[in-house]
């Protein structure tokens, strides 16, 4: 099962202030997309520049953390409408990113219940992928944001036990 990392960030008054509720919090700000809009990260954006650069690189740790809980070959199969469908590691990672950016109570429900994972191909939000280097660059003036260091990866089929086979399943 999926451990999450914890991160070995401090500031200079401390640990970081960035953690689960607070990450919750910020994503409750985005516009989700729908058939009419492609969705806005902005309010989310400016509420990130309002923390620290180690707040936004911790809310960047929680991020890859939720995206590679997802990154897996059921969920991967379910996000298509049917077999026949195109499957894009681009789009399955953007789904994921729509997912995440729905909420906890979301998130929790399709990562237990993949079955119920987005199939409309307009439901996803690539834009949460930049967010913490957009809020830093909004923060300092600055385009080099320093990623965090993580073993883990949001990148379709990163997740390598989430990718192995299961029986009955191809």
């Given at each position: 099962?999926f451990?999450?990392?914890?991160?070995?960030?401090?500031?200079?008054?401390?640990?970081?202030q960035?953690?689960?509720?607070?990450?919750?919090?910020?994503l409750?700000?985005?516009k989700?997309?729908?058939?009419?809009?492609?969705?806005?990260?902005?309010?989310a954006?400016?509420?990130?520049?309002e923390?620290?650069?180690?707040?936004i690189?911790r809310?960047?740790?929680?991020?890859?953390?939720?995206?590679?809980?997802?990154?897996?070959r059921?969920?991967?199969?379910e996000?298509l409408?049917?077999?026949?469908?195109?499957?894009?590691?681009?789009?399955?990672?953007?789904?994921?990113?729509?997912?995440?950016a729905?909420?906890k109570?979301?998130?929790?429900?399709i990562?237990l219940?993949?079955q119920?994972?987005?199939?409309?191909?307009?439901?996803?939000?690539?834009?949460?992928l930049?967010?913490?280097?957009?809020?830093?660059?909004?923060?300092?003036?600055?385009?080099?944001?320093?990623?965090?260091?993580?073993?883990?990866?949001?990148?379709?089929?990163?997740?390598l036990?989430?990718?192995?086979?299961?029986?009955g399943?191809?």
């Amino acid at each position: 099962m999926f451990q999450p990392l914890l991160c070995s960030c401090f500031s200079p008054s401390g640990l970081v202030q960035m953690d689960e509720s607070k990450f919750w919090d910020l994503l409750s700000l985005i516009k989700l997309p729908n058939e009419e809009d492609e969705g806005d990260v902005g309010a989310a954006r400016a509420a990130l520049a309002e923390l620290s650069i180690e707040d936004i690189q911790r809310f960047e740790q929680i991020l890859i953390e939720k995206l590679f809980a997802l990154d897996t070959r059921v969920h991967a199969g379910e996000s298509l409408e049917n077999e026949e469908d195109f499957f894009s590691n681009d789009g399955f990672l953007y789904k994921r990113c729509y997912v995440v950016a729905s909420g906890k109570e979301y998130f929790d429900d399709i990562l237990l219940n993949p079955q119920r994972m987005p199939k409309d191909i307009m439901l996803t939000l690539e834009e949460l992928l930049y967010l913490p280097q957009n809020a830093y660059e909004l923060k300092t003036g600055d385009d080099e944001f320093l990623p965090v260091t993580s073993n883990l990866s949001p990148e379709t089929g990163s997740n390598l036990q989430g990718w192995e086979e299961t029986p009955g399943l191809s």
